[in-house]
């Protein structure tokens, strides 16, 4: 059974930083890829929307236009384990962050193409 599990969430400042986590065990692969997808407060009739991927074999990574220059996304040597860390925040950061698990960066930006889902944690960026 694949299990996602995210944490790292709260509230920040403007110009603030936090650090999201993600832990994936017992995903079918050895090797596939993590991303972050984000849902905006008074959105969710649209699609979630994908923040950013990292590949667990390589460490190639894909960024949205936003947060190019203020998020990095790293992974543990174990690849199991992905951080998101977000610099200088803003307010239209302010969302649920959920972390997926699929097969391919590729599709970081497609919500159906991924199909391990955590619950989410809130990222509210208020003064």
């Known amino acids: 059974q694949v299990q996602v599990v995210e944490s790292g969430g709260g509230l920040v400042q403007p110009g603030g930083s936090l650090r999201l986590s993600c832990v994936v065990s017992?995903?079918?692969?050895?090797?596939?890829?993590i991303t972050w997808f984000r849902q905006a407060p008074g959105k969710e009739h649209e699609e979630h929307e994908g923040?950013?991927?990292?590949?667990?074999?390589?460490?190639?990574?894909s960024y949205v236009d936003s947060v190019k220059g203020r998020f990095t996304i790293t992974r543990t040597n174990a690849r199991n384990t992905v951080f998101l860390q977000m610099n200088n925040l803003k307010s239209e950061d302010t969302a649920v962050y959920y972390c997926?698990?699929?097969?391919?960066?590729?599709?970081?930006?497609?919500?159906?193409?991924?199909?391990?889902w955590g619950p989410g944690t809130q990222v509210t960026v208020s003064s």
């Open positions: 923040v950013s991927c990292i590949s667990l074999d390589d460490g190639d990574t």
């Open positions: 017992g995903y079918p692969e050895d090797w596939y890829a």
């Open positions: 997926a698990a699929g097969m391919s960066c590729m599709y970081y930006s497609e919500p159906d193409a991924w199909d391990y």
